[in-house]
């Protein structure tokens, strides 16, 4: 979505500044703010799941767009962490009044931020983006719940928006075993260098055999010179 600071009057850009830097100095109990210097007309947040409910631990990052006319125009928000909600659609789009019919310019931002946070411990059925949860929601609020907790287990537990998914450095995984010695038993291997030591023990004991013999011999020549004498 492309930026709206152009759009937007000097003095709207101010306003807006003013209550971002406000926000992210003191942000409302539960949400985390993250400003963006390049565009201040959108902005990141974070909202942790609240108890009670089946999004508790987990932490879900949402947007919030300022159209070219706002405040005259609500914002629009969108869920960037999957959650199964009936008041989100497939796309992270979210549906609550405020950002509707009932948006006021005097509301602001924190109002905005802080309905939305409400909505997933009331969520609303009959303005339904995703017509299944509404409908598990009214029908069966027992799988509605199993649902929306398993979701949020895979999508905004375990460190989302954190460490998971980074690259491992390939130094901490196991490493391939070094051969020592003579390298040319590293490229011939094991069963051929003991091969090699099998026929060296053979040669040897031939010499062995040998020697043995050529003494014998001699001893027999010496006894048959002494019978002649």
């Given at each position: 979505?492309?930026?709206?600071?152009?759009?937007?009057?000097?003095?709207?850009?101010?306003?807006?500044?003013?209550?971002?830097?406000?926000?992210?100095?003191?942000?409302?109990?539960?949400?985390?703010?993250?400003?963006?210097?390049?565009?201040?007309?959108?902005?990141?947040?974070?909202?942790?799941?609240?108890?009670?409910?089946?999004?508790?631990?987990?932490?879900?990052?949402?947007?919030?767009?300022?159209?070219?006319?706002?405040?005259?125009?609500?914002?629009?928000?969108?869920?960037?962490?999957?959650?199964?909600?009936?008041?989100?659609?497939?796309?992270?789009?979210?549906?609550?009044?405020?950002?509707?019919?009932?948006?006021?310019?005097?509301?602001?931002?924190?109002?905005?931020?802080?309905?939305?946070?409400?909505?997933?411990?009331?969520?609303?059925?009959?303005?339904?983006?995703?017509?299944?949860?509404?409908?598990?929601?009214?029908?069966?609020y027992t799988e509605y719940a199993s649902r929306a907790r398993?979701?949020?287990?895979?999508?905004?537990?375990?460190?989302?928006?954190?460490?998971?998914?980074?690259?491992?450095?390939?130094?901490?995984?196991?490493?391939?075993?070094?051969?020592?010695?003579?390298?040319?038993?590293?490229?011939?291997?094991?069963?051929?260098?003991?091969?090699?030591?099998?026929?060296?023990?053979?040669?040897?004991?031939?010499?062995?055999?040998?020697?043995?013999?050529?003494?014998?011999?001699?001893?027999?020549?010496?006894?048959?010179?002494?019978?002649?004498?």
């Amino acid at each position: 979505m492309n930026s709206n600071v152009e759009n937007l009057p000097p003095q709207v850009l101010r306003l807006v500044y003013k209550e971002v830097s406000a926000l992210a100095a003191d942000p409302p109990e539960g949400i985390k703010i993250y400003p963006s210097e390049e565009d201040i007309t959108e902005l990141h947040t974070a909202i942790e799941g609240p108890e009670g409910t089946p999004f508790a631990g987990g932490v879900f990052r949402m947007r919030l767009v300022l159209g070219k006319d706002f405040p005259a125009a609500p914002p629009k928000g969108y869920f960037l962490t999957k959650i199964f909600h009936p008041n989100v659609g497939h796309k992270g789009e979210i549906c609550v009044n405020v950002l509707k019919r009932d948006w006021r310019a005097e509301l602001g931002l924190r109002h905005v931020l802080l309905t939305i946070k409400c909505l997933l411990i009331h969520p609303n059925p009959e303005s339904a983006l995703n017509e299944e949860a509404g409908r598990l929601l009214l029908e069966d609020y027992t799988e509605y719940a199993s649902r929306a907790r398993l979701l949020t287990e895979i999508h905004a537990m375990g460190g989302h928006g954190g460490t998971s998914g980074a690259p491992q450095d390939p130094a901490d995984g196991p490493q391939p075993k070094k051969h020592a010695g003579d390298p040319t038993k590293r490229a011939m291997g094991p069963g051929v260098a003991s091969l090699g030591n099998g026929a060296n023990g053979s040669n040897t004991t031939s010499s062995s055999s040998s020697s043995i013999n050529v003494v014998g011999k001699k001893k027999t020549d010496k006894k048959r010179a002494l019978r002649r004498l």
